[in-house]
């Protein structure tokens, strides 16, 4: 169980167009979605938070009109890259929130999605 | 606030060799305690975890376990294989689990 698929897997895309990655969970209700990105050989940077029905929660330095997230269902969140311009070319992970008692502090996470901007 | 370090790679080992990635933490409270591994151009498995103190997770020959005297969480495996190869990355979630804290990972590279 606990399963969380992204989709498309990978993107490519000419420069300023907008590219959406969907993050869904198969399994279970996520009242909670994660968005990271991770550049090659680096860990995972956390984007943003994202709860079922309301705003997403930006961290620091991401910038919101360019990065738009909704969750409008418990099953699913997206990830809209606006404007892409080649330094948004990364690798996109989601991951959700399982709140069921025992697994809450645990994140479940999606295969990824690698856009390349050209 | 919460952070985790882990050992510097990467990390060359010939196969059957004993593999250790060392991982520390700092967090307030009674994190819990995990293991990712990502091979080359996919996302992030589950490897193990731990939820408190002097719990030993373990899967597929890995072992790790949860050492509050000295905020660890290292790595172990008796003898790793190619397929093995892969980063390695460990992770904290607070008792809240709002959100992870990742280790900057340790690439392991398993040679025949």
């Known amino acids: 169980g606990a399963v969380v698929s992204q989709h498309p897997s990978w993107v490519i895309c000419k420069s300023g167009t907008s590219v959406k990655i969907e993050c869904r969970s198969l399994?279970?209700?996520?009242?909670?979605m994660f968005w990271y990105r991770q550049f090659p050989k680096q860990s995972l940077m956390l984007m943003a938070t994202?709860?079922?029905?309301?705003?997403?929660?930006?961290e620091q330095g991401v910038e919101k009109d360019k990065f738009l997230i909704n969750h409008a269902s418990l099953t699913l969140s997206t990830l809209t890259v606006t404007s892409a311009h080649p330094e948004d070319s990364s690798f996109y992970i989601c991951?959700?929130?399982?709140?069921?008692?025992?697994?809450?502090?645990?994140?479940?996470f999606g295969p990824g999605t690698r856009l390349t901007v050209l | 606030g919460d952070s985790v370090t882990q050992m510097e790679g990467p990390v060359t080992l010939s196969e059957e060799a004993f593999l250790t990635i060392n991982c520390t933490y700092t967090?307030?409270?009674?994190?819990?305690l995990f293991w990712y591994v990502q091979y080359p151009g996919e996302g992030l498995q589950l490897l193990l975890k731990?939820?408190?103190?002097?719990d030993k997770g373990s899967n597929k020959g890995f072992e790790a376990t949860y050492r509050k005297e000295t905020t660890s969480f290292h790595l172990e495996k008796g003898s790793v294989q190619v397929s093995d190869s892969a980063v390695y990355f460990c992770?904290?979630?607070?008792?809240?689990?709002?959100?992870?804290?990742f280790g900057p990972g340790t690439r392991l590279s398993v040679l025949p």
């Open positions: 399994d279970f209700q996520a009242t909670t």
């Open positions: 731990a939820t408190k103190a002097d």
């Open positions: 994202s709860n079922e029905g309301s705003k997403a929660t930006y």
């Open positions: 967090a307030t409270g009674y994190p819990s």
């Open positions: 992770a904290l979630s607070s008792y809240y689990g709002q959100n992870f804290v």
């Open positions: 991951s959700a929130r399982d709140p069921q008692v025992g697994r809450y502090n645990e994140q479940f």
